[in-house]
């Protein structure tokens, strides 16, 4: 009765493989895997439409995103596009910024438009009455009293 019982054991994990039984666990991560490349894929043609060359660093550049997804509000984001002192780039972050953490983009949208209708955006940094975090105080400090 053990030597039947120990067969079935052996023979059912078998028999369900061989008929397809529970869906392959590495089918799955293939499927994760080739949806991570394909998202991957558009980032680059993103990338590359915006710069209009296939000749860069997409590396660094995710590096950056992921960089840029830490500032989650827009008055981090006037701060960083305003102390730049050129919004120039702020396509390829915008495009980093959809591709990695689109939850961020309405942030830098707002904080762009700020920067942009300025007439000086470092007046929304410097500014007699601008209320900074302790970070972002401490990284206009150095240009404001230099300006």
Do not use: N
Request: a negative charge.
């Amino acid at each position: 009765m053990r030597a039947l019982a120990l067969a079935l054991a052996l023979l059912v994990p078998a028999l369900t493989a061989c008929s397809g039984g529970d869906e392959d666990p590495s089918g799955a991560a293939s499927a994760v895997a080739h949806e991570e490349d394909q998202a991957l894929a558009e980032w680059r043609s993103a990338v590359e439409a915006e710069l209009g060359s296939d000749s860069f660093d997409f590396a660094s550049i995710q590096q950056d995103a992921a960089v840029d997804c830490l500032r989650t509000d827009s008055s981090a984001w006037t701060v960083e596009l305003a102390l730049s002192g050129d919004v120039a780039t702020s396509g390829l972050t915008r495009v980093g910024l959809e591709h990695a953490c689109g939850d961020v983009v309405p942030a830098f949208d707002e904080a762009l438009a700020a920067v942009e209708a300025a007439a000086d955006p470092l007046e929304l940094v410097c500014g007699p009455d601008v209320e900074l975090s302790a970070e972002d105080s401490l990284k206009a400090e150095l240009v404001c009293a230099h300006r």
